[in-house]
């Protein structure tokens, strides 16, 4: 009991070190808690898919020395894959933006009104954005299970402090968002995030297929 505080809390900082960068998964749930549309839904996803993909790699693939080639190949491929489709859906949506008419021809008032998410799409997104990103398997499934052979009977501890990074970073993320939401959302907002997702995604996807080579 003595060494299990360490471990776990050591689990935990390397876990929240590695999803912190603002990335496909962390620009979902900005996203989702700006529009307002099944925020806690999708952080308890992305929470679960992690704490899934932790499990995983503590559990099986540290003892297994990692990934095949050919399994990382193919989740890269679908991971490019569906980055590049939504960098182009979110770039549409950068160059067309929906907006209700603005008060006296002044668009600097102007709400985006977004397009209505099921409960079913809204996890399926999150559950997309965890699993489909080669990133989340090497960080999460990969590093932090490879990491957790260092502590020997202690893995268990590690494993779970990881899985508690995860909750308290998307916790903390969903709060953000949802404070956030209550305030900006300006059609100028709008389209910067646009953007800026648009970019993060195709940049993730051509550092994916350079890796290939």
């Known amino acids: 009991m003595v060494l299990a505080f360490p471990t776990f809390s050591a689990g935990m900082l390397l876990s929240m070190s590695l999803i912190m960068a603002i990335g496909p998964q962390n620009a979902h749930v900005l996203r989702m808690g700006l529009q307002r549309q099944h925020l806690w839904l999708t952080v308890a996803v992305c929470v679960l898919a992690d704490v899934a993909l932790i499990g ?109 990074g995860s909750l308290v970073w998307f916790l903390l993320l969903g709060v953000a968002a949802f404070w956030l939401g209550r305030r900006l959302n300006s059609l100028h907002l709008w389209r910067l995030l646009d953007g800026v997702v648009a970019l993060m995604m195709w940049g993730t996807a051509g550092w994916l297929i350079a890796s290939l080579f």
């Open 56 to 164: 995983l790699g503590v559990l099986g693939l540290a003892q297994l020395g990692g990934l095949s080639d050919k399994m990382l190949g193919a989740l890269v491929g679908a991971g490019v894959l569906f980055l590049g489709v939504y960098g182009w859906q979110a770039f549409q949506r950068f160059l067309k933006p929906q907006a209700l008419a603005a008060l006296n021809g002044d668009d600097s008032q102007a709400r985006q009104a977004p397009t209505p998410v099921t409960q079913r799409q809204a996890i399926l997104s999150a559950l997309a954005f965890s699993w489909l990103n080669p990133h989340a398997w090497l960080d999460t499934a990969v590093l932090i299970g490879t990491a957790s052979l260092a502590y020997g009977q202690g893995s268990t501890a590690f494993g779970l402090g990881a899985a508690t």
